[in-house]
């Protein structure tokens, strides 16, 4: 891909290894052996021969990602080759246009992780302004609310968009050395002949619906590396597949891992409404007592609100669309007087892990770890991942370090991350997010024994109810839900939604949301389901259409696709299967 390689080229740094000093080209194709390469801590950074069509990108350690987990993985790399007098070459892949266009989040944010990484952050002009100011709790009921003890401690926390975030610390990473990549999607996994990995490839860019190629064709590209650390986020593709090929679930803590979808909304409101760090979270209404969730309301900024509403994916009626449960929820007397008079600034939706301890995989695999939210080291009670993330890079740098440095193995990753505070963090907090199988009020009733009895030491561990996609219940044990109309007030329909997420993708390529049978919508989905996914998916990617001959069929409008992952999640037969689209395709964040 020529753009990615004159893009390297222009700024990748002489290497130590005279070898690679010496290209007088270095778009030309180079065949280079891995391990005559440099020594074990010497930078290893150049281009090697075509494989298959594809040049070759060779670095030290490439990360895919550019969210929280892998910026701190490629920074704290970056500070052990200076505290060692090291040169490690460092690559970021980033599929979204830019880094930051692909991350959404609450945030509240607790700096914990981001003190230990970069503890001058607030001189360094990190965007992390906006300090906590007063923290409610609300049990929501149609036309009232009721107040709860608040048990998210969130003093010294900060409502900050990660987006921003995000952004700041790729100058920081950049800075450093580390080379980001926006625009490219890592679509495959790489291995050697001993099945270790050994990098990614990027996807073909100008591939035609048909598949034919178009004039704008370029083959992806393949970015190799002595280690690969995984930083995908949330129900990642490639994460994916290494966890379920190299069975890490089972060799960690054993249980599925669960989820649920966030949909949030950025609003700008009147002066005489906003309340700079202002922090509510509500439980209840809209909701059922059966179905797990929430809303968060923040007050950042320039008047600026962050409002969400969080839906655990194990529910279980069919007919339930989460998008209008959202907008629902802003009709609510509590949250609608705030919002009238103000704007949508941008709306977006993104799936995130709730299995918490019970689910943490085995994140080391040949040639490689997993970190972050792919992961999976969500807190479910205090809503926050971010700073868990952060310092699973971390740790995970320091033992990419050792590795390259030391030729200590991967798995001191592991050992590092039982004894952080972490993996004590996660412990104490394993309980809240199961005890809610049994309801809304008896897993409040747990969770506050949890809290305030047993402190995180209940000498149990309780175990998640069914997977998300077999918790679905046919449609004819549930009443179609009928959902009111948006006002274009407060509430919206979809394709007004959709366009304040920025999101874009090149319509002629092949659809990147693909269906392992094709008739399983209209034999299985259809009939027995009402088919879900056309409510479970924020963007309304999937719609049934009435074909006079064969009846409604499945149309998949995959250029709406916010990237969410709930298809991936929710499809009652596993049946979805999302996979990258061209590089830069996507919504593109700026505020969330």
Same mark, same amino acid.
Not at 20 to 25: A, E, L, T, V
Not at 161 to 172: G, H, T, Y
Not at 403 to 426: C, F, H, I, Q, R
Not at 443 to 467: D, M, N, V, W
């Given at each position: 891909?020529?753009?990615?390689?004159?893009?390297?080229?222009?700024?990748?740094?002489?290497?130590?290894?005279?070898?690679?000093?010496?290209?007088?080209?270095?778009?030309?194709?180079? %065949?280079?052996?891995?391990?005559?390469?440099?020594?074990?801590?010497?930078?290893?950074?150049?281009?090697?021969?075509?494989?298959?069509?594809? !040049?070759?990108?060779?670095?030290?350690?490439?990360?895919?990602?550019?969210?929280?987990?892998?910026?701190?993985?490629?920074?704290?790399?970056?500070?052990?080759?200076?505290?060692?007098?090291?040169?490690?070459?460092?690559?970021?892949?980033?599929?979204?246009?830019?880094?930051?266009?692909?991350?959404?989040?609450?945030?509240?944010?607790?700096?914990?992780?981001?003190? !230990?990484?970069?503890?001058? *952050?607030?001189? /360094?002009?990190?965007?992390?302004?906006?300090?906590?100011?007063?923290?409610?709790?609300?049990?929501?009921? $149609?036309?009232?609310?009721?107040?709860?003890?608040?048990?998210?401690?969130?003093?010294?926390?900060?409502?900050?968009?990660?987006?921003?975030?995000?952004? *700041?610390?790729?100058?920081?990473?950049?800075?450093?050395?580390?080379?980001?990549?926006?625009?490219?999607?890592?679509?495959?996994?790489? +291995?050697?002949?001993?099945? &270790?990995?050994?990098?990614?490839?990027?996807?073909?860019?100008?591939?035609?619906?048909?598949?034919?190629?178009?004039? =704008?064709?370029?083959?992806?590209?393949?970015?190799?590396?002595?280690?690969? %650390?995984?930083?995908?986020?949330?129900?990642?593709?490639?994460?994916?597949?290494?966890?379920? @090929?190299?069975?890490?679930? @089972?060799?960690?803590?054993?249980?599925?891992?669960?989820?649920?979808?966030?949909?949030?909304?950025?609003? /700008?409101? /009147?002066?005489?409404?906003? &309340?700079?760090?202002?922090?509510?979270?509500?439980?209840? *209404?809209?909701?059922?007592?059966? =179905?797990?969730?929430?809303?968060?309301?923040?007050?950042?900024?320039?008047?600026?609100?962050?409002?969400?509403?969080?839906?655990?994916?194990? +529910?279980?009626?069919?007919?339930?669309?989460?998008? @209008?449960?959202?907008?629902?929820?802003?009709?609510?007397?509590?949250?609608?007087?705030?919002?009238?008079?103000?704007?949508?600034?941008?709306?977006?939706?993104?799936?995130?892990?709730?299995?918490?301890?019970?689910?943490?995989?085995?994140?080391?695999?040949?040639?490689?770890?997993?970190?972050?939210?792919?992961?999976?080291?969500?807190?479910?009670? $205090?809503?926050?991942?971010?700073?868990?993330?952060?310092?699973?890079?971390?740790?995970?740098?320091?033992?990419?370090?050792?590795?390259?440095?030391?030729?200590?193995?991967?798995?001191?990753?592991?050992?590092?991350?039982? &004894?952080?505070?972490?993996? !004590?963090?996660?412990? $104490?907090?394993?309980?809240?997010?199961?005890?809610?199988?049994?309801?809304?009020?008896?897993?409040?009733?747990?969770?506050?024994?949890?809290?305030?009895?047993?402190?995180?030491?209940?000498? %149990? =561990?309780?175990?998640?109810?069914?997977?998300?996609?077999?918790? =679905?219940?046919?449609?004819?044990?549930?009443?179609?839900?009928?959902?009111?109309?948006?006002?274009?007030?407060?509430?919206?329909?979809?394709?007004?939604?959709?366009?304040?997420?920025?999101?874009?993708?090149?319509?002629?390529?092949?659809?990147?949301?693909?269906?392992?049978?094709?008739?399983?919508?209209?034999?299985?989905?259809?009939?027995?389901?009402?088919?879900?996914?056309?409510? +479970?998916?924020?963007?309304?990617? +999937?719609?049934?259409?009435?074909?006079?001959?064969?009846?409604?069929?499945?149309?998949?409008?995959?250029?709406?696709?916010?990237?969410?992952?709930?298809?991936?999640?929710?499809?009652? $037969?596993?049946?979805?299967?999302?996979?990258?689209? !061209?590089?830069?395709?996507?919504?593109?964040?700026?505020?969330?």
């Amino acid at each position: 891909m020529h753009r990615f390689l004159s893009t390297f080229a222009s700024r990748a740094k002489p290497c130590r290894n005279s070898f690679f000093s010496s290209i007088p080209n270095p778009s030309s194709s180079i %065949l280079c052996g891995f391990s005559s390469l440099c020594t074990p801590i010497k930078g290893w950074r150049g281009f090697s021969g075509e494989s298959g069509g594809r !040049e070759s990108l060779l670095y030290d350690v490439v990360i895919v990602g550019a969210g929280p987990a892998g910026l701190s993985a490629a920074i704290r790399l970056k500070q052990l080759c200076r505290e060692r007098s090291a040169d490690l070459s460092v690559c970021v892949l980033e599929k979204g246009s830019e880094v930051g266009a692909h991350i959404i989040s609450g945030n509240v944010f607790e700096p914990r992780a981001l003190d !230990e990484l970069i503890p001058n *952050w607030k001189d /360094e002009g990190a965007p992390v302004e906006v300090r906590v100011s007063s923290d409610r709790f609300l049990l929501l009921m $149609k036309d009232r609310a009721l107040p709860l003890p608040s048990p998210f401690d969130n003093k010294g926390n900060y409502v900050i968009s990660l987006s921003q975030l995000v952004r *700041w610390m790729a100058s920081k990473a950049e800075e450093m050395g580390v080379e980001i990549y926006p625009g490219f999607a890592a679509c495959e996994i790489l +291995y050697d002949k001993d099945q &270790k990995v050994v990098g990614v490839a990027t996807n073909d860019m100008g591939v035609a619906k048909d598949g034919s190629k178009r004039e =704008t064709f370029q083959p992806g590209v393949e970015v190799k590396g002595r280690v690969t %650390l995984l930083a995908e986020g949330c129900r990642g593709s490639l994460s994916e597949k290494i966890i379920r @090929d190299h069975k890490l679930r @089972d060799k960690g803590q054993g249980q599925h891992q669960t989820y649920a979808i966030g949909i949030k909304e950025v609003w /700008e409101i /009147e002066e005489g409404k906003h &309340k700079p760090g202002s922090v509510l979270h509500t439980v209840g *209404w809209p909701l059922d007592n059966n =179905t797990y969730g929430g809303s968060f309301l923040y007050h950042m900024k320039d008047r600026q609100i962050a409002l969400g509403l969080v839906v655990a994916l194990d +529910y279980h009626n069919p007919y339930l669309s989460p998008f @209008d449960e959202f907008q629902k929820l802003k009709h609510h007397p509590s949250i609608k007087s705030l919002l009238e008079g103000g704007n949508v600034l941008e709306y977006g939706a993104r799936t995130l892990n709730e299995g918490g301890f019970q689910s943490i995989p085995f994140p080391v695999f040949p040639g490689g770890a997993v970190i972050g939210c792919s992961a999976g080291y969500l807190n479910v009670p $205090k809503i926050k991942g971010s700073h868990t993330a952060m310092k699973s890079g971390m740790l995970a740098a320091e033992a990419t370090f050792r590795k390259l440095a030391e030729g200590v193995p991967m798995e001191s990753y592991w050992d590092s991350l039982k &004894k952080s505070w972490v993996w !004590e963090e996660l412990h $104490k907090a394993r309980n809240y997010r199961p005890a809610f199988k049994f309801g809304l009020l008896p897993g409040l009733a747990i969770s506050a024994l949890e809290r305030y009895i047993f402190r995180g030491r209940l000498p %149990l =561990t309780l175990k998640h109810g069914k997977p998300d996609h077999e918790a =679905t219940e046919f449609a004819g044990l549930h009443d179609p839900i009928q959902y009111p109309k948006p006002d274009g007030i407060v509430s919206f329909d979809v394709p007004t939604s959709l366009y304040r997420s920025n999101t874009n993708h090149e319509h002629d390529q092949p659809a990147h949301l693909c269906l392992r049978d094709p008739a399983i919508p209209e034999l299985v989905n259809l009939p027995l389901y009402a088919g879900p996914e056309s409510r +479970y998916c924020p963007a309304r990617v +999937y719609e049934y259409v009435s074909d006079e001959k064969h009846g409604p069929k499945l149309q998949i409008n995959a250029q709406n696709c916010l990237h969410c992952k709930a298809c991936d999640i929710k499809d009652p $037969k596993q049946n979805i299967e999302w996979t990258v689209p !061209e590089g830069g395709g996507g919504p593109g964040y700026t505020v969330m």
